[in-house]
């Protein structure tokens, strides 16, 4: 069973919004902090969000304002609202654990499990 399970992405239009879910199991949630990464065609996977253990957030500069990471300990669940989405946020959109309970950076040794990932194609 995968610790991470993504959800939410979708064909979207230039300008729409999203919300990308990631549901956890198989650890103690509350404990650490979670990352949202992305990997665009051809380029390499980079961190955008990161959200620690009591909530403070911390986002990548080119999406801020645009980004908003948050966290529900009850459903183990982090989510990702996206607005104004643009076509360079095409990505496969992944979450990931932090190996302690505060957002370091984005270095992925920095991270232990991961999910899936879920697709977000921004498209007129």
């Known amino acids: 069973q995968l610790p991470f399970v993504e959800s939410g992405g979708a064909l979207v239009q230039p300008g729409g919004s999203l919300r990308l879910s990631c549901a956890a199991s198989g650890f103690t949630f509350e404990n650490y902090a979670i990352g949202w990464f992305r990997q665009a065609p051809g380029k390499e996977r980079e961190g955008v969000s990161c959200?620690?253990?009591?909530?403070?957030?911390s986002y990548r500069d080119s999406v801020k304002g645009r980004f908003t990471i948050s966290r529900d300990n009850t459903k183990n669940t982090v989510y990702l609202h996206i607005n104004s989405l643009k076509p360079e946020d095409t990505a496969i959109y992944f979450c990931?654990?932090?190996?302690?309970?505060?957002?370091?950076?984005?270095?992925?040794?920095?991270?232990?499990?991961w999910g899936q990932g879920t697709q977000v194609t921004v498209s007129s």
């Open positions: 990931a654990r932090a190996t302690n309970s505060y957002c370091a950076n984005y270095v992925e040794a920095s991270y232990g499990d």
């Open positions: 959200i620690s253990s009591w909530g403070t957030t």
